[in-house]
């Protein structure tokens, strides 16, 4: 079956060090991947996509390119912001809309000033 | 924003009662979820729906049943609720169009704590 694997955290970073965070997947066909984002009491939210290997998602700053010889997604960011403290969620989905998203378990960023 | 509301957001119960989890949405959407979120597991998939009255069992489906008997609404019933489902519950839509890109739209969330 299809599965993704993050790194847990907490990662902690100092405010605008660069960020990784990694997430590897697998699957038996071709995914698309997401990168989901929880702020603190807050459902989660979209934060960028890719649909086919080599395609880049970008958004807020974050980027992630969708590598299919490493079955790979990882989150970069160059500069974070102590607002950018939440939980990513690293997901995929084989494409059919009904079953929904797997879901990696969750990497807990914490930014200090 | 997604039009999503979940009620409880809260609610403390005790083992053995039944609990209800009410999804609501605006957007007249056609897949609706449950997952829960618990520490070290993530989201993991409950129950779903691809329209009224069809349902299908998720991942972690035991102990819950699910009913959809209005396009807007998806209830998520615990028959007896026991410890281990205290948990965050959140709903997701998806829109129709976009259904095959698997983009989720998430409510805020119900936090459920069964003594």
């Known amino acids: 079956g299809n599965s993704v694997t993050q790194m847990e955290g907490p990662v902690t970073l100092s405010e605008e060090a660069f960020l990784t965070i990694n997430c590897t997947y697998t699957?038996?066909?071709?995914?698309?991947l997401f990168w989901y984002v929880q702020y603190p009491g807050e459902g989660l939210q979209l934060l960028l996509k890719a649909t086919k290997a080599d395609d880049k998602g970008s958004n807020k700053g974050f980027e992630a390119t969708y590598r299919k010889e490493t079955t790979s997604f990882h989150l970069e960011k160059g500069s974070v912001q102590v607002s950018d403290s939440a939980v990513y969620f690293c997901a995929l989905s084989e494409g059919g809309g009904a079953d929904g998203l797997t879901f990696g378990k969750g990497t807990h960023l914490i930014i200090q000033p | 924003d997604a039009g999503i509301t979940q009620s409880p957001r809260h609610k403390v119960t005790e083992t053995g009662t039944p609990v209800t989890l009410r999804c609501h949405q605006t957007e007249n959407h056609r897949y609706m979820y449950w997952y829960r979120q618990d520490p070290g597991h993530g989201l993991r998939l409950i129950h779903y729906s691809y329209g009224v009255k069809d349902t299908d069992k998720g991942e972690v489906s035991d102990g819950y049943s699910v009913s959809r008997s209005k396009t807007e609404d998806f209830l998520l019933t615990l028959e007896s609720a026991t410890s281990s489902q205290t948990s965050v519950y959140f709903c997701?839509?998806?829109?129709?169009?976009?259904?095959?890109?698997?983009?989720?739209?998430f409510g805020e969330g119900s936090r459920l704590t069964v003594l």
């Open positions: 699957a038996t066909g071709y995914p698309s």
């Open positions: 997701a839509i998806s829109e129709s169009n976009s259904a095959r890109t698997g983009e989720l739209f």
